[in-house]
């Protein structure tokens, strides 16, 4: 609500209560229109407030700002409009894998709420015991394979990169992140990966 101001004329002008209230609402609206900042979003928000949400209040690994639309359909109406994506990436390797898919022991992210994110993952680099097709994309910890990933064919046995893979998923709070490789024959490794996420959307 737009503020209307009081135009004050000594010794005429009232003190009232409605002109006070005026006053306090007007004070009010000037402290909705500052974002929160904090490891949650407010429990009770209005239409049109903005929060920023990260993981830790020191060393933030990202900061996310969010706008309440009170007025979606969804569930999920704390909505992203602005801040940078949440990488994690291991260099190890995670030990030989088998022919098919298989489930990454690291990286791992946890999603802190529920709702859509857009992931990316990606394997910088592997070697295959044979050619043949490879595949990478993420996935919840314990599922088969993934329902998004990309793949490419590998014309013979040495280093290769996967191709990434960004995808928009429905993840609940606490769900952990993986990313699933695939190796269609003989043995495989990988060495350089990375998981990225993003939000849309929140509850």
């Keep these: 609500m737009t503020y ?7 010794n005429v002008t009232p003190v009232d209560a409605a002109k006070m209230n005026n006053i306090e609402n007007g004070i009010a609206s000037v402290d909705l229109g500052k974002p929160s900042y904090g490891t949650s979003l407010p429990a ?11 993981d830790v209040l020191g060393g933030a690994n990202y900061s996310w700002r969010f706008r309440y639309n009170a007025s979606s359909s969804s569930p999920r109406k704390w909505e992203f409009i602005g801040g940078t994506p ?11 894998q088998g022919a098919g898919w298989h489930e990454l022991s690291t990286p791992a992210l946890t999603v802190p709420r529920s709702g859509w994110y857009m992931v990316e993952t990606n394997i910088d680099q592997g070697g295959t015991q044979a050619a043949g097709l490879m595949a990478q994309g993420p996935n919840f ?5 993934p329902s998004y990933y990309s793949q490419f064919y590998a014309d013979s046995a040495n280093v290769c990169g996967w ?8 993840c609940t709070a606490g769900a952990v992140l993986k990313i699933f490789g695939y190796g269609a024959n003989g043995t495989w490794t990988v ?3 990375w998981i990225c996420v993003t939000p849309l959307s929140v509850s």
């Design 44 to 54: 009770s928000p209005v239409d049109g407030q903005e929060a920023i949400l990260v």
């Design 86 to 96: 949440w990488m994690v990436a291991d260099s190890a390797n995670p030990g030989t």
């Design 163 to 170: 191709a990434p893979i960004k995808c928009p998923l429905l």
């Design 141 to 145: 910890s314990g599922q088969p394979s």
């Design 191 to 193: 060495n350089n990966r």
């Design 4 to 10: 209307t101001k009081t135009v004050w004329t000594d």
